[in-house]
């Protein structure tokens, strides 16, 4: 555990501020999948929008962290 806190801390000297913004996207559209409330009639549009958004941040950032994770290991 102590080893992810340490990459996720290098991740974190390695971002800028466009990074972290899409990290809250990121959590903001998991968030909305994972308790959403919306009535029925405009549920599937407000899924298919926040999946679009966590996969259009959730790649970019994971290959990031997963390039950190790599650099360490060399």
């Given at each position: 555990m102590?080893?992810?806190f340490c990459y996720a801390d290098r991740?974190?000297?390695r971002s800028d501020w466009r990074d972290i913004a899409m990290l809250k996207?990121?959590?903001f559209s998991l968030g909305i999948l994972?308790?959403?409330r919306i009535p029925a009639?405009?549920?599937?549009?407000a899924v298919?929008?926040?999946a679009a958004v966590f996969a259009a941040t959730?790649?970019?950032l994971m290959a990031k962290f997963i390039?950190?994770?790599l650099e360490e290991e060399k």
């Open positions: 102590k080893k992810l991740y974190l000297e996207f990121c959590l994972a308790g959403i009639k405009n549920r599937k549009q298919c929008v926040a959730y790649i970019p390039s950190v994770i």
